[in-house]
Nanobody, 126 residues
Framework: QVQLVESGGGLVQAGGSLRLSCVASGGTFSSYVMGWFRQAPGKEREFVAAISQSGSAYYADSMKGRFTISRDNAKTTVFLQLSNLKPVDTAVYYC????????????????????WGQGTQVTVSS
């Protein structure tokens, strides 16, 4: 059973940055596609970015240029660097994992992941 634990969220002013981390345990991290999603109050869970086992990244169009996903297989950790944050980025951010690979852009839907973390809150003030 894979367990995912996110951290790094917090309160930041508009224009600021945060680095989210997600540590995985209980599985073979290097064999998983990893993804980040977010969910704002009253809204559906939204795809942010995904990264393949070899490090190929794919982003939601609205996130390109501001967010960067990366992974460190030795530390079984996936990161999400958030830059130039806006109040609309306020949400709970979740990481997810799936031990499969089709193509990285395939994993832009929550239903295609097997494991989820508990989420970390990001709040951006204006």
């Amino acid at each position: 059973q894979v367990q995912l634990v996110e951290s790094g969220g917090g309160l930041v002013q508009a224009g600021g940055s945060l680095r989210l981390s997600c540590v995985a345990s209980g599985g073979t991290f290097s064999s998983y596609v990893m993804g980040w999603f977010r969910q704002a109050p009253g809204k559906e869970r939204e795809f942010v970015a995904a990264i393949s086992q070899s490090g190929s990244a794919y982003y939601a169009d609205s996130m390109k240029g501001r967010f960067t996903i990366s992974r460190d297989n030795a530390k079984t950790t996936v990161f999400l660097q958030l830059s130039n944050l806006k109040p609309v980025d306020t949400a709970v951010y979740y990481c997810a994992a799936v031990p499969k690979y089709y193509s990285v852009d395939y994993y832009n839907r929550a239903a295609r992941y097997d494991y989820w973390g508990q989420g970390t809150q990001v709040t951006v003030s204006s």
